[in-house]
């Protein structure tokens, strides 16, 4: 079992990586998953818009890596006027 302190490290490695990934462009629930490892992205998303990050959501149909068609979120960093993250 992890201790708390490597519980919330882990946590804040994640919500890290997902905010980079979501400066790069947007991010949806499959590639959170395939690329990232961020199994539950909603969570991690929400913990970010918490922390004063303005994330919009769309949705979209995509199929999985076994082509099994998913109606899933599209996660994407709101934007200024002049291109600077919201």
Do not use: C, F, K
């Not at 947007?26 to 395939?34: I, K």
């Amino acid at each position: 079992m992890r201790d708390n302190a490597t519980h919330a490290s882990a946590g804040e490695r994640q919500r890290r990586l997902l905010l980079a990934a979501l400066r790069l462009g947007p991010v949806t629930t499959l590639d959170a998953r395939e690329r990232l490892n961020v199994i539950h992205l909603a969570a991690g998303v929400l913990e970010l818009r918490e922390r004063g990050h303005r994330i919009l959501t769309t949705w979209t149909h995509e199929p999985d890596a076994w082509g099994r068609p998913h109606r899933i979120a599209r996660y994407a960093l709101a934007r200024l006027e002049r291109g600077v993250e919201a």
